[in-house]
């Protein structure tokens, strides 16, 4: 099972975070929420997750800047977590940055129902 | 020969005149000898007398056949010019004589010449108005027409032509096309290209939709084109080209496409969320009767087909930017169908349709984006659901290697489509209005011919009403797209339906 294994929802979007956290919740995760960006950076400077998903656009920084100050050079700690987008941009540019900045996955939220995300997270936590 | 009745008057004439000085001669000798009383006078005279009518008549024949020959043509030429020849019998006036003769055919010549010029001048009036007629055809069009010579230079431009590409006649005229008229897409010159092609071929013609044209001034028009080759034309024309503006229709289109684009993209966001909640409420024991669940399951369907039309619309918007953003990677395609099977198989049940597989397990690898694939297999599909009845619809998926191309037909046993439709099926927007069901956005066919093509294979239909359709299309095992690298970073990462994962990150021992 997953056990203690954390997650941090990075969204702005309320409804939907919340709607995937309750099968992660179910599914034995522990998931606790950011609504922007540089709230996630504030709460990842002192806390430790095993994965965070990150949406691409939020008011502030934009997910894709959050992942690079995260894999940066001043990582922040992170480099354990594993961070994976989930967003509705399909556009093959956000795609590439993301992998370039060392994202885990890339995932389209419209094409993902939540049974089908906490497969893809056991898969990587 | 004709008996010459000028020669006879010539000659008489001739000799009367030749006659009287010998006359006169004679006469002068003998009153000279009376005066003298000689008795040789009389003989003398007598001689004078003969050599002088002799001399008569022989210079009179000589002068009157000199004289008689040039009259004798003239007459001959004006017969001729008259239209008679050597009979002037057949006119009704028999006139006497050659000279009445030459005068008369002389004077019907002249009758005859004033009516030919007339005709002539009547027949080139005609050919002056049918000229000037047209040309103002010609010229009052309002697509652009224009024509080529053996060189692809310009020979004939209308006014609309002028108009549309801000370039008069006389800085085109003897131009090559390509060089002043350059119709591109993607760049490409694709007519000229074609033109060249089709060298020596007759009749053959060709059409583009949506082609780019920059006028003089630097700004650009979208026209239809429509070329037609010609051979041995007495004019030297090679080809003839027309051309339709279609600027002001091709920007509502992407106005049309870009709001609709926008509009779809608005409506995903709560999408994902209905169908995340019927999922939740299928797989948490939420305490749902067998009742509840048919009926979110029935949400459930509905709600993957809401989802379907809106990536159509997405899809074409991409489609219509250039971004399509396709990822080829070599799969084996017997797998691919065999992992898409089961999704598409339950979208079937759940419209109460029957669908089969029957693919081939001797397919070699093919060069595809398995998500540009899918959603080709997911509106094929669809299509079949709509055009089936409930119940008795009948929906086979088969695929083959033919011809080194894998052959992948859907063949449904529906309605079947009407002819006059069928050359429309794979255009945007369309929708044969005559059919029972017009559900959808008329983009599923229009986006599976545009996957298909950017993966260098090509779609078709063979339908029969009534009876049913069969979609099929066919995929190079050597593509277009395999020609490209997969982008380096790429080749590490697992791609599905809903994105991608790094392999690396996935957790190792599982």
């Keep these: 099972m997953a056990g203690s294994k954390t997650v941090l929802f990075v969204e702005d979007d309320k409804p939907i975070s919340e709607m995937y956290a309750r099968a992660l919740t179910r599914a034995g995760y522990k998931v606790d929420f950011a609504y922007n960006g540089d709230e996630a950076l504030r709460i990842l400077s002192t806390e430790q997750y095993d994965l965070i998903l990150l949406d691409i656009m939020m008011p502030g920084k934009t997910g894709i800047e959050v992942l690079q100050s995260l894999r940066g050079p001043d990582g922040k700690g992170a480099a354990k977590t594993k961070i994976i987008i989930l967003t509705n941009l399909a556009q093959k540019k956000a795609s590439l940055e993301a992998l370039k900045a060392q994202a885990d996955g890339y995932i389209i939220k419209a094409d993902i129902v939540p049974s089908q995300l906490v497969e893809v997270v056991g898969k990587l936590i | ?169 006389g800085a085109v005229a003897g131009q090559l096309a390509e060089k002043v008229l350059p119709f591109r897409r993607n760049g490409e010159l694709v007519m000229t290209r074609w033109l060249a092609s ?151 049940r759940q419209s109460d349709r029957k669908l089969s597989f029957k693919v081939s397990t001797k397919l070699p690898l093919v060069m595809v984006d398995p998500i540009g694939m899918k959603e080709v297999m997911m509106n094929l599909i669809n299509n079949a659901i709509d055009h089936t009845e409930s119940g008795t619809g009948k929906i ?20 079947g489509i009407p002819g006059e439709a069928v050359q429309h099926l794979f255009t945007k927007f369309f929708r044969y209005e005559g059919l029972k069901s017009t559900r959808g956005t008329g983009l599923g066919l229009y986006i599976c011919k545009s996957i298909v093509e950017e993966h260098g294979g090509y779609i078709w239909v063979e339908t029969k009403l009534g009876q049913g359709s069969n979609f099929t299309f066919r995929l190079p095992t050597k593509t277009k797209l395999a020609g490209q690298r997969p982008t380096s970073d790429t080749s590490n990462v697992t791609r599905g339906i809903h994105g991608w994962i790094k392999n690396s990150s996935l957790r190792r021992g599982r």
């Design chain 2, 198 to 348: 089709q060298l020596g071929t007759d009749n053959k013609r060709g059409s583009w939709k949506g082609l780019e044209l920059y006028r003089a001034d630097g700004t650009s028009l979208f026209v239809d084109v429509q070329a037609m080759v010609l051979k041995d034309d007495p004019n030297g024309i090679r080809a003839l080209v027309t051309f339709h503006d279609l600027t002001s229709e091709h920007k509502l289109e992407e106005m049309k496409v870009d709001f609709v684009a926008l509009a779809a993209h608005e409506l995903r966001t709560p999408i994902t969320e209905i169908r995340g909640y019927l999922d939740i409420m299928q797989h948490e024991p939420i305490g749902l009767r067998p009742v509840g669940r048919d009926l979110v399951e029935r949400t459930v369907a509905s709600v993957a087909q809401l989802s379907g039309l809106i990536n159509n619309i997405l899809g074409v918007s991409r489609i219509e930017h250039g971004e399509m953003n396709y990822q080829p990677e070599l799969i084996n395609w017997h797998d691919f169908l065999k992992e898409i099977e089961p999704q598409l198989v339950e979208r079937a």
């Design chain 2, 396 to 415: 086979e998926v088969t695929s083959k290697l033919v011809d080194h191309e894998i052959e992948t037909s859907v063949v449904d046993n529906g309605t």
């Design chain 2, 1 to 169: 020969m004709k008996h010459s009745q000028f020669k006879r008057r010539t000659f008489g004439l001739f000799f009367v005149v030749a006659l009287l000085p010998s006359l006169v001669m004679a006469a002068a000798w003998y009153s000279a000898s009376q005066l003298t009383a000689d008795g040789m006078g009389i003989a003398v005279v007598i001689v004078l007398m003969v050599f002088g009518l002799s001399t008569a008549v022989i210079f009179s024949f000589i002068f009157a056949s000199l004289l008689a020959r040039p009259v004798r043509r003239i007459h001959q030429a004006a017969l001729q010019l008259a239209g008679d020849k050597n009979n002037p019998a057949n006119t009704s006036t028999k006139p006497q004589g050659e000279l009445e003769e030459t005068i008369y055919a002389l004077k019907r010549a002249s009758e005859h010449l004033e009516q030919k010029v007339s005709e002539t001048s009547s027949e080139m009036a005609l050919i002056e108005a049918e000229r000037n007629k047209l040309r103002s055809v010609l010229n009052s069009m309002s697509d652009g027409v224009f024509a080529l010579d053996d060189d692809g230079r310009i020979v004939l431009f209308n006014h609309a032509a002028s108009v549309l590409t801000g370039r008069s006649v």
